[in-house]
């Protein structure tokens, strides 16, 4: 069992930066970010294997947002840049064995961690 502890949400206005932060028991694993916002389903935002520094990010967000992980602190981040209201959302970290950015294929899961951006 993989336990995941988000931190790191909060409420900024459009074009701030916040640093999501998410602790897991275990490092050997490729962790992913994905968001819920209010009445839409789960989506991708961006994952990272473990060991070769590959990564994947939903089109979205690429240019703003960057994942990037610290196995010695088995910990992995998402600096999100230049917020807009439509990133507003529950933001969950998820492990799994493999990368990939389907959220039905991650065997573990944070409680998540709420970001709130206003215009």
């Known amino acids: 069992q993989v336990q995941l502890v988000e931190s790191g949400g909060g409420l900024v206005q459009a074009g701030d930066s916040l640093r999501l932060s998410c602790v897991a028991s275990a490092s050997t694993y490729a962790m992913g970010w994905f968001r819920q916002a209010p009445g839409k389903e789960r989506e991708f935002v961006a994952a990272i294997s473990w060991n070769d520094g590959s990564t994947f990010y939903a089109e979205v967000v690429k240019g703003r947002f960057t994942i990037s992980r610290d196995n010695a602190k088995n910990t992995v981040y998402l600096q999100m840049n230049r917020l807009k209201p439509e990133d507003t959302a529950v933001y969950y970290c998820?492990?799994?064995?493999?990368?990939?950015?389907?959220?039905?294929?991650?065997?573990?899961w944070g409680q998540g961690t709420q970001v709130t951006v206003s215009s």
């Open positions: 998820a492990a799994n064995p493999r990368i990939t950015v389907y959220s039905d294929k991650y065997n573990y």
